[in-house]
């Protein structure tokens, strides 16, 4: 059986090929079709595990580069002392800790895969072209930096509001590359408007007489996808029954590849999502203002093709839950409930949770099917938050100081990578408007 992709919004067959070239401002395109993985692979190494889901969403893969891919973005992101775990706690809950990777969040494998999928490509394709990516997820940022060849340049976009504690330093550290350019602005901007600037025929022009190509990167695409897949695939697999996720979003590409996974054999039975209050995604479900981001609108598209066989336009935040019901649960929760949560993981379970992890425990319900909470990002990240939650108390202590308190109430080592950018300068961001955007891009670009 070989995946099928379909545009949501009327059920047309299309490629593989221009399924992956999709962005947040293409018509959106799901894959349907897929077949549960063998045994084999499921109980297999975590090479033919990801080799697997590489060749099942991109078939004109062969196993040979497949494997090639997998192994290399396996050994690159993860070692001995960077996996995935899961720890146990006195019920049926579990959580699953995605973040044991270089830029201590669950986006490594992604990035790492990406580009070795992009360089296939070009490889396959002859193509000489310097590529010039773009995004404007900060999560997505650092881990893009980290792993940038050097025969490429990373353009990125961050708004204060996006950046949580030790980001803005690991931010700071991705600008030690010379290739690697950043922008605060005044306020984010989304990748649909990402790609409308640089689709503008100035940009086009200015590429092609340089011999370059822009390529903004969203979490809608899926080649960003296959790490989210393989991370969900190798945590439920390990469950020795049907699992419900428990987890926060803010695009639904983890609910999605959540859903992905399941299709594959994951023993998934569904999703719970908590969203921070006040939040416009959590906004878009409690009024249905304002609209959901491209991302997310496509990423809920491609999910209910998926679970209806069903054209999918865009509908209502009331609409999406009643068709979604059968596997997808909606929660808004306020800010404030998670902190008891991270004091209790803590004196009861001795298990340090950050915000994100803290977020889905307080809508994880009292259960007898099993539950697990992912843990997207490690709980060292916010140092600050994390430190009130378990001392109940607020404190002013920020960044490496709130670390270094933190490692003390803990008893835990601090990860290498706060180590190193404890050493880091930190740079202050200039601040530039949405107008400004273009002028500014056009010059680093001309150099």
């Given at each position: 059986m070989t995946i099928s992709y379909l545009t949501c919004q009327d059920l047309t067959p299309v490629t593989p090929a221009v399924a992956w070239a999709t962005t947040a401002n293409s018509p959106a395109i799901a894959a349907t079709n897929i077949a549960p993985l063998a045994p084999e692979i499921q109980q297999?190494?975590?090479?033919?595990?990801?080799?697997?889901?590489?060749?099942?969403?991109?078939?004109?893969?062969?196993?040979?580069?497949?494997?090639?891919?997998?192994?290399?973005?396996?050994?690159?992101?993860?070692?001995?002392?960077?996996?995935?775990?899961?720890?146990?706690?006195?019920?049926?809950?579990?959580?699953?800790?995605?973040?044991?990777?270089?830029?201590?969040?669950?986006?490594?494998?992604a990035a790492s895969l990406y580009f070795k999928l992009f360089a296939l490509q070009q490889q396959l394709n002859h193509d000489q072209t310097e590529p010039i990516f773009l995004a404007n997820d900060p999560a997505l940022l650092i881990s893009l930096a980290h792993f940038l060849p050097e025969t490429a340049r990373l353009v990125g976009f961050f708004a204060p509001e996006q950046v949580h504690g030790l980001q803005r330093q690991q931010l700071a550290a991705a600008l030690d590359k010379p290739l690697v350019k950043l922008y605060q602005l005044e306020e984010p901007i989304t990748a649909q408007e990402l790609e409308l600037t640089v689709n503008k025929p100035h940009f086009q022009e200015l590429a092609a007489t340089n011999q370059e190509q822009l390529i903004v990167l969203d979490n809608c695409q899926f080649s960003l996808l296959m790490g989210q897949i393989f991370n969900l695939l190798k945590v439920s697999l390990a469950a020795t029954s049907a699992t419900e996720i428990v987890t926060t979003t803010h695009d639904f590409s983890n609910v999605l590849a959540a859903y992905y996974s399941q299709q594959l054999g994951a023993p998934i039975s569904?999703?719970?999502?908590?969203?921070?209050?006040?939040?416009?995604?959590?906004?878009?479900?409690?009024?249905?203002?304002?609209?959901?981001?491209?991302?997310?609108?496509?990423?809920?598209?491609?999910?209910?093709?998926?679970?209806?066989?069903?054209?999918?336009?865009?509908?209502?935040?009331?609409?999406?839950?009643?068709?979604?019901?059968?596997?997808?649960?909606?929660?808004?929760?306020?800010?404030?409930?998670?902190?008891?949560?991270?004091?209790?993981?803590?004196?009861?379970?001795?298990?340090?949770?950050?915000?994100?992890?803290?977020?889905?425990?307080?809508?994880?319900?009292?259960?007898?099917?099993?539950?697990?909470?992912?843990?997207?990002?490690?709980?060292?990240?916010?140092?600050?938050?994390?430190?009130?939650?378990?001392?109940?108390?607020?404190?002013?202590?920020?960044?490496?100081?709130?670390?270094?308190?933190?490692?003390?109430?803990?008893?835990?080592?601090?990860?290498?990578?706060?180590?190193?950018?404890?050493?880091?300068?930190?740079?202050?961001?200039?601040?530039?408007?949405?107008?400004?955007?273009?002028d500014e891009l056009a010059a680093w670009l001309d150099q």
């Open positions: 297999g190494t975590d090479v033919d595990l990801l080799s697997a889901v590489l060749t099942t969403f991109q078939p004109d893969l062969t196993s040979e580069q497949a494997k090639t891919i997998a192994a290399a973005s396996l050994a690159e992101v993860f070692s001995a002392k960077a996996h995935l775990s899961i720890t146990s706690t006195d019920t049926s809950l579990k959580i699953a800790e995605l973040y044991h990777q270089p830029t201590m969040t669950d986006r490594d494998l569904g999703v719970t999502v908590a969203l921070k209050q006040m939040t416009p995604v959590a906004r878009f479900f409690e009024n249905g203002e304002p609209m959901l981001t491209s991302v997310a609108a496509v990423n809920l598209q491609r999910l209910l093709v998926g679970l209806t066989g069903q054209a999918s336009p865009v509908l209502t935040a009331t609409e999406i839950q009643d068709q979604l019901v059968d596997f997808l649960t909606i929660k808004v929760v306020d800010q404030e409930a998670a902190l008891p949560e991270i004091r209790q993981a803590q004196s009861r379970q001795q298990i340090t949770v950050g915000p994100e992890a803290a977020l889905a425990l307080a809508v994880a319900a009292d259960s007898e099917q099993p539950q697990l909470v992912l843990a997207p990002a490690d709980p060292y990240l916010t140092p600050d938050v994390v430190l009130a939650g378990i001392t109940n108390h607020p404190t002013d202590k920020r960044d490496f100081e709130a670390a270094q308190i933190l490692r003390q109430v803990i008893a835990a080592p601090m990860p290498r990578m706060i180590t190193h950018l404890k050493s880091q300068q930190i740079q202050e961001f200039q601040a530039f408007s949405h107008a400004q955007i273009a």
